[in-house]
């Protein structure tokens, strides 16, 4: 005797965004949880800043790394099993980072919980390439990518925002060591809505006709083309690639300034963490109106008539330039006005990462999503782990500085996104290889 056939669940690809998003919120409170414990554990154990900088680099060397790995695998093994892994690691590891006790076992720990956390954003770019199509119909239109992407990295500044609400009571409360036993807790109890929410299209058991037939014509398109796999060689010899890697390669360690220095910026600046606990989610909170901002509108213009191409990198230009707002904090010391300054700043950093982690969707075939997506997490983690050691020697080494000590580190922080929005917009173009099919038509 047959089952009944399960309810399909409306607009399932929302739910599926739903749970990236999650994945996001966790993940950035799992990695928050020690930047907002940084001023007390820094005191408790005696790390000057290069000894932060230093666990701070195990963790991005792993992050980094494991981009590109986890890239690839996510593109071999598929994304539901792909993430069913990387959770299950980083949340053991996070349960496990109440038994350090000091410098090397903390940056130890961190190493593990990068590797176990890279898998996230490649994994996401890639179930996204799978649930929204690049352009099937009017009702399954190309500007859902951009507001998809920019759904499951808002999870970055929630999970930073939250992590700022729920880890210093818990720390006061209980001690350290259970605020880092808290996010490893809810990375499991998200394993079992995703073993049970995640399914490829073709495959899934609550998906209706009509959006599991538009979500297929697009991948049926894709595989009677009889294109083979782009290798990683094949896919560094494109501008287009340059261009993604780029995009995050030179916004990224920015962000990771924001999230992983913050308090102590404001500690530098003299400003009491107990007076400025409210300031340090704002930047949080400004990001993930970011990024919403930024899929939204350059869905907007997609609408208007722009092509896919003009209206992402129109974003692109608007990230670029509003994060060199990050300048003028270094004139004062009004938090106020800092908190400001830094939230516009990441508003419009989070447009500009929108728009990063769309690119891969935008420009590649299914396959390769993920392995692309990979190699720009691992720019941007080489680029923040270069970011981090200099960091720490240079905020040290200007302590006599007083308020001043990060004044040369707040400036490149605003130049290099700006850079980068100029490389984007050079590299992120139709060319040859985009006749040849190797890339798409933007």
Not at 52 to 74: E, K
Not at 120 to 138: D, L, Q
Not at 183 to 191: E, N, R
């Amino acid at each position: 005797m047959n089952s009944a056939q399960p309810r399909s669940i409306p607009s399932l690809r929302w739910w599926i965004g739903g749970i990236l998003f999650a994945s996001t919120v966790i993940n950035y409170v799992d990695r928050q949880t020690l930047s907002i414990l940084a001023p007390d554990l820094k005191q408790d154990y005696h790390w000057t800043n290069v000894d932060y900088a230093n666990i701070a680099i195990a963790f991005r060397i792993a992050y980094s790394l494991g981009q590109t790995v986890c890239g690839r695998l996510m593109d071999r093994v598929g994304t539901r099993r792909g993430l069913t892994i990387s959770v299950a690691w980083y949340s053991v590891v996070s349960l496990m980072t109440s038994l350090a006790n000091g410098l090397s076992s903390f940056a130890l720990f961190r190493f593990l919980l990068g590797a176990g956390e890279s898998a996230n954003w490649p994994g996401a770019s890639k179930a996204v390439s799978e649930w929204f199509p690049k352009r099937v119909s009017e009702w399954f239109p190309k500007r859902e990518r951009g507001l998809a992407a920019a759904f499951y990295d808002s999870g970055s500044s929630v999970g930073g925002a939250v992590a700022s609400f729920l880890i210093p009571p818990v720390y006061h409360r209980w001690g350290w060591r259970v605020a880092f036993i808290i996010p490893g807790l809810l990375g499991f109890l998200w394993l079992i809505v995703w073993r049970w929410l995640y399914h490829l299209p073709k495959d899934h058991p609550r998906i209706s006709d009509a959006e599991r037939s538009m979500i297929l014509a697009e991948t049926l398109e894709a595989q009677t083309a009889g294109k083979p796999r782009l290798r990683w060689r094949d896919l560094l010899k494109l501008p287009q690639t340059w261009g993604t890697i780029i995009s995050k390669g030179l916004t990224d360690p920015v962000w990771f300034f924001v999230t992983d220095w913050f308090p102590i910026y404001l500690v530098a600046k003299g400003i009491s963490l107990k007076s400025g606990l409210l300031a340090v989610w704002v930047p949080f909170l400004a990001a993930d109106l970011g990024n919403f901002f930024g899929g939204g509108a350059s869905g907007y213009l997609i609408r208007r008539g722009w092509s896919l191409g003009v209206a992402r990198k129109a974003l692109v230009v608007f990230g670029g330039v509003g994060v060199l707002l990050l300048i003028p904090t270094i004139f004062t010391v009004n938090l106020y006005l800092i908190a400001l300054l830094f939230g516009l700043a990441t508003f419009s950093y989070a447009s500009f990462s929108t728009i990063a982690n769309v690119l891969p969707t935008d420009l590649y075939r299914s396959d390769s999503v993920a392995s692309v997506s990979g190699l720009s997490g691992t720019a941007a983690g080489i680029g923040t782990i270069i970011a981090f050691e200099l960091i720490g020697h240079l905020s040290d080494a200007r302590q006599a500085s007083g308020t001043h000590s990060f004044d040369p580190i707040v400036i490149v922080a605003g130049v290099i996104p700006f850079i980068g929005m100029i490389l984007v917009l050079l590299l992120v173009r139709n060319t040859r290889a985009t006749d040849q099919g190797l890339v798409r038509r933007i």
